[in-house]
């Protein structure tokens, strides 16, 4: 009998619509302006710029582009260049007082 010899070929399947979903929170103001507290957002990306969210976010609530805010993800205030990534947290703060 001859030897059959059986080769297995593992192949990775990559989605045709890689998704990720994060979920924005808002606070003061700006939960007022967006009338919610959370929300979640899916995209059709694997990872978005806090510069590109930022954008759409404003496209969607129009006011929100006349306040000064900043913008944190999985609690550590962020540059306009972080990546978000599947399954982050990000925050939109108003300006706070400390004292």
Do not use: R, W
């Given at each position: 009998m001859g030897q059959s010899?059986?080769?297995y070929k593992y192949t990775r399947r990559?989605?045709?619509?890689?998704?990720?979903?994060i979920t924005l929170k808002y606070f003061g103001?700006?939960?007022?302006i967006t009338q919610l507290?959370?929300?979640?957002?899916?995209?059709?990306e694997d990872t978005i710029s806090v510069s590109a969210l930022k954008s759409k976010i404003?496209?969607?609530?129009?006011?929100?582009?006349?306040i000064t805010y900043t913008i944190s993800v999985n609690q550590v205030i962020s540059s306009l260049q972080t990546t978000i990534k599947d399954q982050d947290i990000v925050a939109f703060l108003?300006?706070?007082a400390g004292g």
């Open positions: 010899i059986t080769k990559i989605s045709k619509f890689n998704q990720m979903t103001l700006l939960a007022d507290k959370e929300e979640q957002f899916t995209f059709d404003e496209n969607n609530y129009n006011n929100i582009q006349n108003p300006p706070f």
